[in-house]
């Protein structure tokens, strides 16, 4: 009689392999992107930080601004500036503005 030969099934064997290879390389990708978009994240903190810093340094240059222009905008001055220069005032020439026309 002949021998009865058994084949043995080496796909699933290759199946397994492949994977948990498979399993392995997710994994270290999801290690590497993970440390890759926390380290990104806080960069991008720190570039909102320091612009928000600096926001807030030119709003005070702003006000500051602001509180030089009205100072010198005043009337007194004006009329001071213009007797310096040897101007008059004629009454029937003045108009007035307000801020919100």
């Not at 498979?22 to 590497?32: D, I, K, P, Q």
């Not at 006000?63 to 101007?87: C, E």
């Amino acid at each position: 009689m002949a021998k009865i030969v058994k084949k043995r099934k080496k796909r699933s064997i290759k199946l397994q392999v492949f994977s948990i290879f498979m399993l392995s390389l997710s994994c270290v990708c999801y290690l590497g992107t993970s440390l890759f978009v926390r380290s990104y994240n806080n960069s991008l903190s720190t570039q909102k930080q320091q612009l928000e810093s600096q926001i807030a340094a030119l709003e005070v240059e702003n006000d500051a601004i602001k509180v030089t222009i009205q100072n010198l905008s005043t009337r007194d001055r004006v009329v001071s500036i213009a007797n310096d220069a040897g101007l008059t005032m004629n009454q029937s020439n003045i108009v007035t503005i307000t801020e919100g026309e």
